[in-house]
């Protein structure tokens, strides 16, 4: 079946630090991946969508990496900030470009 | 609008009765998407709308749920007959036609049913 995995446990990480949140998946062969970020309260945000022939994209202080041979996307937060923390999703697009979304890993960067 | 607009911004329903919520999307976006989030879980698909065409319904959990966009533009999603498995976020999210984009999504809806 197909499935999406990221970590259920969240990750807690000291302000400065690099965090990083990974998103595993299986029987997909997705055209493109999505990260969101998600406050409590509110919807999804997008942050950054990468193709499948595409290894890797950054904006700002993210990077995102793909890698479909290991069926793995990373994402990376440089420099973490106490305003960075949330719960972030990853999502495939497939068929009519419909989002699948992971259940998402909450972040919590500490002072 | 500026962004995704969705009403109520809560709604609590007692068992039985009927709900409608509503989804503004960002004025000219064709593609609208509804979703459902339990607590602690990632959003999942219930239907897709292109324009005024409901090209994906597959996600919808029984047929006590409907959604229409008869203009295009504003959707409604349904409930008849709340069941208290219904508890959920409703969210609403459109986007642009082409698939390389990201979604705007609403603060959703949170319904309750007791």
């Known amino acids: 079946s197909q499935k999406i995995e990221q970590n259920s446990e969240a990750l807690n990480i000291q302000e400065g630090k690099t965090a990083t949140l990974t998103c595993n998946y299986t029987?997909?062969?997705?055209?493109?991946l999505q990260w969101y970020r998600q406050d409590p309260g509110r919807g999804p945000v997008f942050l950054l969508l990468i193709r499948e022939n595409e290894k890797e994209k950054r904006k700002e202080r993210l990077k995102v990496t793909f890698d479909t041979t290991l069926k793995q996307s990373l994402f990376h937060i440089t420099a973490s900030q106490p305003a960075d923390s949330a719960t972030y999703l990853c999502?495939?697009?497939?068929?009519?470009?419909?989002?699948?979304f992971g259940k998402g890993t909450m972040l919590l960067v500490s002072p | 609008g500026a962004g995704v607009s969705q009403s109520p911004r809560y709604k609590v329903a007692k068992r039985g009765q009927d709900v409608a919520l509503r989804c503004d999307p960002i004025s000219g976006h064709v593609s609208l998407f509804w979703y459902q989030q339990a607590l602690g879980q990632g959003p999942e698909f219930l239907t897709y709308?292109?324009?005024?065409?409901?090209?994906?319904k597959s996600g919808l959990p029984s047929d006590r749920f409907f959604a229409e966009r008869p203009e295009g533009s504003v959707s409604t999603l349904k409930i008849q007959r709340t069941q208290q498995e219904d508890s959920a976020v409703y969210l609403c999210a459109s986007s642009l036609a082409s698939r390389e984009v990201g979604y705007t999504f609403g603060s959703g809806t949170r319904l309750t049913v007791v």
């Open positions: 999502a495939l697009v497939a068929g009519y470009s419909t989002l699948t």
């Open positions: 709308f292109q324009n005024e065409a409901q090209l994906d």
């Open positions: 029987n997909y062969s997705p055209a493109y």
